[in-house]
Structures are given as C-alpha cells and as structure tokens.
C-alpha cells in the first residue's frame, strides 16, 4: 500500500509542511502528538494533517493545542476495515465506518464520513469538500492540491510531492 501523508502548520500567514510516516501510529492520540509537536516546533498551535492512499482515498485531519479531540475527515469510510491507518484515524470523534459492500480496489461509490466542515475557514466548504470525495474522475491527490491551495500551502505541498 502507498500512503503520502504530511503536516501542515501556520505561523502566521506562513505554512510550513513536512512529509511524515504514519506507520507506526497505534491510536489516534499517536497521530494528534505528531501534528502538534510538529506545529509547536513551528511557533503554532495547530496543523492539518493530509493523508492519501492508493489513488484510493484520502483524509483531512485538524488538530489544535487546546486538548480537544481532533477532526477527521475520510473521503471513504469504507476503508476503516483494509488500511490502518484509515482504521486509526476513525477513532476521532467515533467516526462511523459502513460495512464494505465491494472488494478492496473496486469502490464505485465512496462513502464520506467525518466533519466535512473541518477546513471551511481555510477555504473549502463542507458541501464541496464531499462533492470532491464522490465526484467521478477526481483523484484523491487532487482533491488535496485543492485544499492545500485554497489554504496557502498548495506550492509546498506540489514540492513534496515531486
């Protein structure tokens, strides 16, 4: 399986990213710690987390340093029950995961689940962030260009990714 994750944290009006590995994270708290070392370290108090797997299916974590749970959104949350990193990042806010009715690969019709209003103020509604998620021909990657870039990271995300 390939995942592409990074983390994201403002200062300011400056974002700052880097490409992490989440294959050692066990619980969501695992998750939560790195995002916000990673913005302290950066002089901010919170991050946005951007997961893609697989040409598959992507997720938008926040977290802020105010000992709140952080909010997730999964563009599938079908996958809980084949990736895990998927599978720990639905234990925020006890997202529910719908039973797979397809075998791994041959998912036609995504199922969205978590807070789609996570990431309004950075420029992407609710509304079009699960328009995206189910739209036909929209991949996962593009999908996180469009938020990178409506919240002011989108050049240092397409870095990452070269």
Do not use: C
Request: charged fraction near 25%; avoid cysteine; aromatic fraction near 4%.
């Amino acid at each position: 399986m390939s995942t592409f994750a990074a983390v994201f944290a403002p200062n300011g009006k400056t974002w700052r990213g880097t490409e992490v590995e989440l294959g050692d994270v066990d619980v969501i708290d695992d998750v939560t710690d790195l995002m916000l070392d990673f913005a302290a370290e950066r002089g901010s108090d919170s991050a946005l987390l951007l997961v893609e797997a697989d040409d598959e299916w992507f997720a938008v974590v926040r977290a802020a340093d105010d000992g709140g749970e952080p909010r997730v959104y999964l563009s599938d949350g079908r996958v809980v029950h084949d990736h895990p990193v998927a599978s720990v990042l639905s234990e925020a806010g006890a997202l529910g995961a719908p039973q797979p009715s397809e075998s791994a690969g041959s998912r036609p019709n995504p199922v969205p689940v978590g807070d789609g209003d996570l990431i309004t103020d950075l420029g992407v509604a609710g509304d079009e962030l699960r328009s995206l998620s189910v739209g036909s021909g929209v991949l996962p990657a593009d999908v996180l260009a469009v938020v990178a870039e409506r919240a002011g990271f989108g050049d240092i995300l397409d870095a990452m990714r070269l």
